[in-house]
């Protein structure tokens, strides 16, 4: 039965009640639903709501902030446009999630002001940081940088240009460790088994980001992460399904045995990200979030599972309480 035969009115209160039996909602938040029935995000496609609630304290763990009030690094070679804390707060009401991860974009080098700002903007009580710094660091600095939330820092070898190097990880990680933090890592999946030798050497936990992106689990690359995730220091983000995906929207459906092997192997240390305001994509073509977040429920059939990735993992690795 469509809207248009019914009084906007009448839907929603014929609508709510299915709702309620389907999703577990009560009836004001049913009701909510439809009042709500769409909503436009900036850099986002598709206004549609997720197609399940996500529980609560959920978290997003890898978005970005881009504010042109802060410098771009001149090496730099992504320069998105401004996506800022109200653009991502509408996407927060979109998906239902409340905690989340900030993660410095290349786009501002080691200067990480930007993401500072945002950090104080969203406030300590569900949000966290992730930094980029390279060996000049102070400790001075990196206490700053806890005490505004700051829980990792990033290296990302997956474009030109970047700010920090191979040589920096072991030294790095090592100061870091003190403070409970972690390194997170993106790179291709021949940097990862090129340089597997590393990874073990690394005492603080290591993120990688994107599914480690790894184009399938015949890649000698996913042999080393598997490795890496059953002997307990190693987690992987469940985001960006989108960037090797050949298939594409909406099923992104050569990307689910990859997926869905790290969530067999190590359940308890995988996060879920959007990505989000996913500058690697075109302004043109931008992935469905609402969508992406569906793609959780689906892949993941196990509720307890599910609600382990977007709230309990998320607790013991960013130190939510």
């Known amino acids: 039965m469509g809207a248009s035969l019914l009084s906007r009115r009448s839907f929603i209160a014929k609508t709510s009640g299915a709702l309620v039996g389907l999703y577990g909602l009560d009836m ?18 598709g206004s549609d709501y997720p197609t399940f609630k996500v529980p609560a304290n959920a978290c997003d763990c890898h978005h970005h902030i881009y504010d042109s009030r802060f410098p771009i690094d001149p090496k730099a070679a992504l320069r998105p446009p401004d996506a800022t804390v109200a653009d991502y707060r509408l996407l927060q009401k979109q ?29 300590l009580a569900t949000t966290r940081g992730i930094a980029v710094v390279n060996s000049d660091v102070t400790d001075e600095q990196l206490a700053e940088l806890h005490q505004a939330g700051v ?9 030109p240009g970047e700010a920090t190097s191979w040589n920096m990880i072991k030294g790095l990680s090592d100061r870091i460790e003190p403070l409970g933090w972690h390194i997170q890592v993106v790179a291709k999946a021949e940097q990862i088994f090129e340089n597997r030798a590393v990874w073990p050497e690394i005492k603080c936990p290591i993120v990688f980001d994107h599914l480690g992106h790894i184009p399938s689990i015949s890649h000698p690359a996913f042999g080393v992460l598997e490795e890496l995730l059953k002997e307990g220091n190693t987690w992987i983000k469940l985001s960006g399904v989108y960037i090797l995906s050949k298939v594409g929207a909406p099923s992104y459906s050569d990307r689910k045995e990859v997926f869905v092997s790290y969530v ?8 879920w990200g959007s990505d989000w305001p996913h500058p ?7 992935p469905n ?13 196990d509720e307890a599972v599910r609600n382990r990735i977007l709230v309990t993992n998320p607790e013991k690795l960013y130190g939510f309480s």
């Open 28 to 45: 004001s938040e049913a009701a909510l639903a439809f009042e709500n029935e769409s909503i436009e995000v900036p850099f986002s496609s």
């Open 95 to 123: 998906l239902g999630t409340t905690r989340h991860v900030i993660v410095q974009p290349s786009t501002y080098g080691i200067d990480n002001r930007c993401l500072v700002e945002a950090l104080k903007e969203f406030g």
């Open 151 to 159: 829980r990792g820092i990033r290296f990302n070898f997956s474009v």
């Open 264 to 271: 067999a192997t190590a359940p308890e240390r995988l996060v």
């Open 280 to 286: 690697t994509s075109s302004l043109t073509n931008k």
């Open 289 to 301: 979030d609402a969508n992406l977040l569906n793609l959780l429920f689906e892949w993941v059939p």
